[in-house]
């Protein structure tokens, strides 16, 4: 099943369920509120009247309740330490790390997003997210598919100057991530993966790249993850209530981001820009650089 969330001339933020080419309104506040019903007895309440997707806006599917972001895609990693001339930390095999980034500055499938006066090298990431759908804590990695509502594309914008000078002092990114995060278009279930599923907890053989003003710079596959969601989510919710709506980045697939691909060099995102990432299942999410 694939939800979204989406805007038409009679709602400004409606939850829907797509089916192909169609989509069908469900009658329920949120996607907080589809979650909390689950989602089979969601697309049941679906009506029976439809619209042609091309006609629908389609917003953020959900407004995160915490963001994190993790680190688990070991070519990346490999690329990104190598350009800054040094070696993979050991500890980075021992355990998956994340850090929390900002929900409050969420945005969706053609959004604009703001270059911050306080960057000249604005990037992108190409990333999956998790959405959790059930609460829990000490979840084991095994479990840990349970607790994921679906799937979504998960553009994690980045100022890597400001992000450069904050990790310099042993903190961070902070400032050099806050400014956007953009999710969409869809959330896909695991139901309609399962036809992909690689027999690791979370992970999925999902094709993923990335487009800048039509010129494909990123490829990569969700099955590449060194560190499975369900591994990311046991160690997050070691000792921790995971809640409803917390959403987990998988990290940037290798080669997905400028930053990897000129070893920090640039060019950079420019005013004007399109990037468009695509996931294999989930669709295309595109945005302006305003």
């Known amino acids: 099943m694939r939800f979204a969330t989406i805007s038409t001339l009679r709602h400004t933020s409606q939850p829907a369920l797509v089916d192909g080419d169609r989509v069908h309104t ?3 506040a949120d996607m907080y509120a589809v979650m909390e019903v689950g989602a089979e007895k969601a697309a049941k309440k679906a009506s029976k009247d439809w619209l042609p997707i091309d006609e629908v806006s389609f917003l953020s599917p959900l407004k995160p309740f915490t963001l994190r972001d993790g680190y688990a895609f070991e070519q990346h990693v490999l690329t990104a330490n190598r350009n800054r001339g040094r070696d993979v930390p050991a500890e980075w095999y021992e355990f998956p790390v994340f850090y929390f980034t900002n929900p409050n500055a969420v945005f969706g499938h053609e959004d604009v997003i703001p270059y911050p006066h306080y960057t000249d090298a604005m990037d992108y990431e190409l990333e999956i997210a998790a959405v959790v759908g059930k609460g829990g804590m000490n979840i084991k990695p095994e479990d840990a598919p349970n607790h994921i509502f679906g799937y979504t594309i998960f553009n994690d914008w980045s100022a890597r100057d400001v992000q450069r000078k904050e990790m310099a002092v042993g903190l961070g990114p902070a400032k050099g991530k806050d400014f956007a995060s953009a999710f969409g278009p869809l959330i896909i279930t695991h139901e309609a993966l399962a036809d992909k599923w690689t027999g690791r907890p979370g992970v999925y053989d999902l094709e993923m790249s990335a487009r800048v003003n039509g010129r494909e710079l990123s490829r990569g596959n969700f099955k590449d993850m060194h560190w499975s969601f369900g591994e990311i989510i046991a160690r997050i919710s070691d000792s921790i209530m995971l809640h409803p709506g917390d959403v987990i980045g998988s990290g940037t697939v290798g080669t997905g981001c400028l930053l990897e691909l000129t070893k920090f060099q640039g060019p950079w995102l420019n005013h004007g820009d399109v990037v ?13 650089v305003g």
Do not use: S, T, V
């Open 276 to 288: 468009e990432l695509e996931i294999e299942r989930i669709g295309i999410l595109r945005n302006i």
């Open 26 to 28: 469900l009658p329920f």
